[in-house]
Structure formats: C-alpha cells, structure tokens
C-alpha cells in the first residue's frame, strides 16, 4: 500500500505540471508500475518444507499417523587423513571409586574440562596423510578408515599392556558441518551427536529465510577421492529416503535464493526511482512556478 499511495501522490503533483511535462512523467510512472506489476508473491507451498504438495485428508484427526518413512541405514563415520581426535585414556591406579569417577568423568576429573573448539583443536591428536596418529607408549596407530568405536577398541587392547584396566574414549573433535545461503544464522556449526539430519543442520542455522529455496538446497560432501556434489527437494519428503538425510562431518549446506529475491531487489530499486521522480516532479512544478 505505501507504494501505491506514493503513486498516488506523485500523480496528483503531475496534474499541476504543464502539458508538454505531463507526458514525459506519465511514462516514468507507467515504466515504474509496470516493473512493480510483473512482481509477485512467494507461493505458499514454496515455503513449505515437508510435505508440500501433499493433501491433508478431510478426515484428518490430529492424533492421527500420517505417514511412515522407512529412513536408510544410518553408517557411522569413518576417519579419513587431516581429520582430528580427541582421546582421553583411563587406567586404574589406585581405588576402584577414583578409577569410576574418572571413567564417568565425575567430581573434582571434570570441573577444568574445556569442550569448545579452540580448546579441542589444541588437545587434538591430528591424523597424518598416511592415516596415522601418534600416541603416548603406543607410537604410530592406523586409524584411517576406522569408525570412533572400531578406533575404541583398537586403543584398548594396545593399551592393555602397559596400564591396568585401561579403557579409552575416542571423538571426533572437528565434526562440523557449514551452513550459508538463505539461512537466518549461516556459518560453521560444530556437531556434538554423531547422528544428525540436513534438517538438524539447517534448524542450528535459524531455519530458511522468507527467500530459502527448499527446491534447490545443494550439498557438498568430501569423500575419500574428492567430493560430490548433490541437491535436494527439501519441499516434499522423498529426500528422507535418500543417503543424504544423514549429514556427515565438514557437509557443506548451501541455501539458494528464490526467484522472488530478485524481484524484491528490484522492488527497492523502483521504489528509490520513484522517489527520485517526485523529487524531481517537485523541483520541476517549483521552477516553472517561478
């Protein structure tokens, strides 16, 4: 509405203008209402993100089961080279309730326990190129290609030897995941649940824009050769059943603008030349006044 009042005004400086003027700003304001004219809303399916060309029954009750989606297999990460570890090890050493309140990480073992990411970046074991770590007593272990859990296991009985009762924990200390577009809050997101979905990622990023294009989300994923590269229709729920509705550590979420963007970039532009040609309408009528 405010558009359309400016134009309105505009229109009613014109009237006042000579006859030879009247022309030349009746079509600057014609182009300008054409450029708003060819505008149009964003679509209300468009802006939803499950189940958007999907019809509720008449009959629907709210406690009743919609739909069951059978989800893919979820398959735990597995370490690659430059990846980063953090690795805690336990042993027994004096009594059984110190040794269980440092395996349950309780009392006076957790209270200086940093778990931000400067902090793990720095107590990190760094896995090399050849898919090595290098560990205290043990030297090189492989561990390339491993799961945490197959690396847990590894550890423990390397460690058997040389400490007693020796249990170990093993995480992925740079598992994050990088969200940017038409996002509400883009950026890096690190993931503290080895199981999470592109909705999870996307929900850490403030949720789509009123301009997110839930038909087009692309996904960048590393592999162990390279990296492929994927999208998704995130507007109706056949992606769930897909490989990618489980993200894994350093995805790269991209968010593309609708086509409504563009216009509403051009919407601004018309209403700053409006506001120019009433400018200029009221130097004009000032001047020939004169």
């Known amino acids: 509405m405010g558009k359309i009042n400016q134009i309105v005004l505009i229109l009613g400086k014109i009237s006042t203008l000579k006859p030879v003027n009247m022309?030349?700003?009746?079509?600057?304001?014609?182009?300008?209402?054409?450029?708003?004219?060819i505008q149009s809303c964003i679509p209300h399916k468009s802006m939803i993100t499950l189940n958007g060309g999907e019809e509720v029954p008449k009959d629907f009750k709210s406690d009743e089961l919609m739909q069951y989606t059978q989800l893919k297999n979820f398959e735990p990460y597995k370490i690659r080279p430059f990846d980063q570890l953090m690795i805690k090890v336990n042993a027994f050493d004096g009594s059984t309730e110190d040794f269980l309140n440092r395996e349950f990480k309780q009392g006076e073992f957790s209270r200086d326990i940093a778990y931000d990411p400067d902090a793990m970046y720095f107590n990190s074991y760094f896995v090399d190129q050849s898919g090595y770590i290098n560990l205290p007593l043990l030297g090189d272990i492989e561990v390339a290609g491993l799961t945490m859990d197959e690396i847990k296991v590894r550890l423990d009985e390397a460690y058997l030897p040389y400490l007693k009762f020796a249990t170990t924990s093993v995480k992925l200390s740079n598992s994050r995941v990088t969200v940017f577009g038409e996002v509400n809050r883009p950026g890096v997101y690190y993931l503290y649940n080895e199981k999470n979905s592109i909705l999870d990622a996307i929900s850490m990023a403030g949720d789509f824009t009123e301009f997110g294009n839930r038909n087009k989300v692309k996904l960048i994923r590393l592999t162990s050769t390279g990296s492929e590269t994927i999208y998704l229709t995130l507007h109706r729920s056949d992606f769930i059943y897909t490989d990618y509705y489980y993200i894994k550590p350093h995805d790269v979420i991209y968010i593309e603008p609708t086509k409504a963007k563009s216009r509403d970039i051009s919407a601004r532009f018309t209403s700053v030349v409006l506001s120019a040609v009433s400018v200029?309408?009221?130097v004009l009528n000032f001047v020939l006044r004169n």
């Open 280 to 282: 200029g309408v009221l």
């Open 23 to 37: 022309q030349i700003f009746r079509n600057l304001i014609i182009f300008g209402i054409a450029v708003m004219t």
